[in-house]
């Protein structure tokens, strides 16, 4: 069995975090970020970890030291390539800084996958000079859109697929906690509304948040200040007739929720739970819970594993980077939206 080398670049919560275990007589806590993933991959192992942030290096090392012996910190991922010649690469710096660690990667003769965090960029230029580096060297770019990984939202869309409940016809998707920010965390949601859309966008039209009135481009601070990035309300028309409905609002009640609504039925789901509706009659609805299969590599858990088996057995990924390139340029319309008066933006981008 292959072990792969990997390395991890940004190493603030979702690149380091590491769970607590239990004494309950189970293995394995879930993995909440791309080190606890790796750990409960035994295929892969850890080389190097890269910041420009000592204390963040120093932290690393104390948490996974007992897991990795011979790790290597360092400032400069250039020399890590060099020095690691690593095999899997995550990149989990800010959202604004993907572009060229993602190409210098790809380029990098022993680097054969990138495990990137979402979004894929925010230019797309940016997302197509990755795109574009990766499919000619031939190397894996799996965006980190971790709900494309969770067994709720897999089994929605296996029914919707399914056609028992009907056509999908519209989607309706709120976010809402004080960091729902369209770059940062509604970029999940986005991502889930063309993950069961399955066309391509049409046109958009959107509104920001008040305050962003100058926001005519991402210029957030890597996802960290919900002030730096903005809420927004949008409709977005896809290619094959479906109609999405979106809200990202920030206030202290946390959660999200979406409704898929078919020709016969509609699944409301969340990452609380999961419904079935049914029309008995007019006034009469059925609702049942869906209890998806549960499996060995989900949600944080699958994005390393996958790679991993798609090196050695070929196939697609589940999220793989021109999927994600459709969320950005939702969220890149949504803003010329947005400055142009709230006018239908038509896509693709010029």
């Not at 959202?95 to 680097?111: E, F, K, Q, R, W």
């Not at 819970?289 to 549960?294: C, K, N, Q, Y």
Request: glycine residues 8%; contains cysteine; hydrophobic residues 35%.
């Amino acid at each position: 069995m292959q072990t792969y080398k990997s390395v991890i670049i940004g190493l603030r919560g979702i690149g380091s975090n590491r769970p607590e275990e239990t004494d309950l007589p189970v293995y394995g806590a879930m993995p909440n970020s791309h080190a606890s993933a790796y750990h409960r991959c035994p295929q892969t192992e850890v080389v190097g970890v890269c910041d420009l942030d000592q204390d963040l290096l120093n932290g690393f090392k104390a948490k996974w030291g007992d897991v990795w012996s011979d790790l290597n910190l360092y400032t400069d991922y250039r020399e890590m390539f060099e020095k690691e010649q690593p095999n899997i690469v995550s990149v989990v710096t800010g959202d604004h800084l993907h572009g060229n660690i993602t190409v210098d990667a790809a380029t990098h003769p022993s680097v054969r996958a990138i495990i990137c965090e979402k979004p894929i960029a925010t230019t797309l230029e940016d997302a197509d000079r990755m795109i574009e580096a990766a499919e000619r060297e031939k190397v894996l770019l799996s965006i980190e859109h971790s709900r494309r990984w969770h067994p709720s939202f897999l089994a929605a869309r296996e029914l919707i697929r399914s056609r028992e409940i009907g056509e999908l016809k519209t989607i309706h998707c709120d976010l809402f906690s004080e960091r729902a920010m369209m770059f940062r965390n509604g970029t999940h949601m986005l991502d889930l509304i063309c993950f069961y859309a399955e066309a391509a966008p049409s046109w958009v039209v959107a509104e920001l948040e008040e305050g962003f009135e100058s926001f005519t481009e991402y210029s957030g601070d890597g996802g960290h200040d919900p002030a730096t990035d903005p809420g927004t309300s949008a409709y977005i028309r896809f290619e094959n007739g479906v109609r999405a409905y979106f809200n990202c609002t920030k206030m202290t009640f946390p959660g999200s929720q979406m409704y898929l609504t078919c020709d016969k039925g509609r699944i409301e789901i969340s990452d609380r739970e999961t419904i079935l509706v049914r029309a008995d009659g007019h006034r009469v609805w059925s609702r049942q819970t869906m209890v998806p299969v549960s499996y060995m590599h989900q949600f944080q858990a699958g994005f390393v594993p996958e790679v991993v088996d798609k090196l050695e057995n070929g196939g697609d990924l589940v999220s793989p980077p021109r999927e994600a390139r459709k969320t950005l340029e939702i969220m890149l319309g949504i803003l010329k939206s947005h400055h142009a008066g709230n006018q239908r933006v038509d896509f693709p981008l010029e």
